[in-house]
T-cell receptor, first 114, second 114 residues
Framework: QKEVEQDPGPLSVPEGAIVSLNCTYS??????FMWYRQYSRKGPELLMY????GNKEDGRFTAQVDKSSKYISLFIRDSQPSDSATYLC??????????????FGKGTLLTVNP | DAGVTQSPTHLIKTRGQHVTLRCSPI?????VSWYQQVLGQGPQFIFQ???????GRGNFPDRFSARQFPNYSSELNVNALLLGDSALYLC?????????????FGPGTRLTVL
């Protein structure tokens, strides 16, 4: 079983739709949870960063972490064609105060159609 | 401020050759991490360096090595290249501030091994 599971999609939605992206994980040591956006042939760009359980909102993006279920989500409201990209979840343990080693999901390819 | 820079952008090598990839972190960042991203997969952790010392190593063979220089830039070296080494190699930098060590990724070097 992989440490982090993410449905690779692809996911295709109309402009303005609410998008829900999810990851599950098996390592209960994970404390830091991130969502990255990666455009084709580019490096990942950090979107959201959450420590432990709870919700975090930033504009049209909301990240949720449920550590009891080992489940994290990213919601995108009012999706735009410019949101079309691969979305990667990433997580790391709190090892000695450093969270340098990120474990990523496979990524979900999202297309928002105008 | 300039982001993480990597060179070269693209590289084509043949099996058995050696390759050196270079990374310059964001100004003020003291930590550099390397990741390998095979097509269709999430990035996999290779190394992390902080203050010129190796802080972590992923599950990669000894053909992979790295170092960090006094100006915090870094090199990733891969010897005896295999076809399976074809991937996007990503460098990420961070300040290393303990529990909030957010990593920022560069655009990557795309390595093709023929």
């Amino acid at each position: 079983q992989k440490e982090v599971e993410q449905d690779p999609g692809p996911l295709s939605v109309p402009e303005g739709a609410i998008v829900s992206l999810n990851c599950t994980y098996s390592n209960s040591a994970f404390q830091y949870f991130m969502w990255y956006r990666q455009y084709s042939r580019k490096g990942p760009e950090l979107l959201m960063y959450t420590y432990s359980s709870g919700n975090k909102e930033d504009g049209r993006f909301t990240a949720q972490v449920d550590k009891s279920s080992k489940y994290i989500s990213l919601f995108i409201r009012d999706s735009q064609p410019s949101d079309s990209a691969t979305y990667l979840c990433a997580m790391s343990p709190n090892s000695g105060g450093s969270n340098y080693k990120l474990t990523f999901g496979k990524g979900t390819l999202l297309t928002v159609n105008p | 401020d300039a982001g993480v820079t990597q060179s070269p952008t693209h590289l084509i090598k043949t099996r058995g050759q050696h390759v050196t990839l270079r990374c310059s972190p964001i100004s003020g960042h003291k930590s550099v991490s390397w990741y390998q991203q095979v097509l269709g997969q999430g990035p996999q952790f290779i190394f992390q360096y902080y203050e010129k010392e190796e802080r972590g190593r992923g599950n990669f063979p000894d053909r992979f090595s790295a170092r960090q220089f006094p100006n915090y830039s870094s090199e990733l070296n891969v010897n005896a290249l295999l076809l399976g080494d074809s991937a996007l190699y990503l460098c990420a930098s961070s300040f290393y501030s303990g529990g909030t060590d957010t990593q920022y990724f560069g655009p990557g070097t795309r390595l093709t091994v023929l």
